[in-house]
């Protein structure tokens, strides 16, 4: 079912790059942040592709390889929100930032942190490649 999300994902957006394309439009702002935009998402998409897609055809390399580097990623995200963590709680011990601030950036890098363990849960194992 994943495999068949990202795949309509990515028809969805390959429809919005090409509608994008046919509209010739000058460049402005708009047109390149949304083609940036884009692009981004199909590279996002693909890459899940790639390590989701057990099919015969996939490459094993390619998509172990793809499962990895999702797992460095995650990691670096942690270790980014951990490290957040610690800088929020030295600003409240220096009374730099009020408590209602705290509390509201707290709870975004715990929605962060949550949507990280609902992406590495999701991961396949490298052992089923």
Known sequence: MRIELAQVALHFLHKQQSDLAERDE?????HDLKQEAISRLLHEYQDMQKRLDDTEAAEDEIRLTAIREKRTELSLRFHIIRTMRELL??????????DETEWTIRQELDFMERELQIEAKALPSTHDA
């Not at 000058?26 to 708009?30: C, I, M, Q, V």
């Not at 709680?89 to 009020?98: A, P, Q, Y």
């Open 26 to 30: 000058d460049e402005n702002e708009s």
């Open 89 to 98: 709680h030295k600003r409240v011990v220096e009374k730099r930032i009020n």
